[in-house]
């Protein structure tokens, strides 16, 4: 009857300690995806920022150079 006290205890051991193994891999992957997840989000608004600036100059350039043009005065 020891005997198989013993083994339950080592089996309850073993399980337990895989399942803190199990949980803490589990909780680091999660870190992990929510941070890169995070850059990616920054570079998206990045990337979309620098297109919206670009569109931005575009639009302005013709304004600019028709002020130019025309002496200051806008029609």
């Not at 300690?17 to 850059?39: E, G, S």
């Amino acid at each position: 009857m020891t005997e198989e006290n013993s083994k339950t205890l080592n089996l309850d051991f073993r399980s337990n300690k895989t399942l803190i193994i199990a949980a803490v891999v589990v909780v680091l992957v999660v870190i992990f995806m929510y941070f890169h997840d995070r850059k990616q989000q920054q570079a998206y608004e990045m990337r979309h920022l620098e297109k919206r600036v670009e569109l931005l100059e575009e639009y302005d350039m013709p304004r600019q150079n028709a002020q130019q043009n025309t002496g200051g005065r806008r029609w």
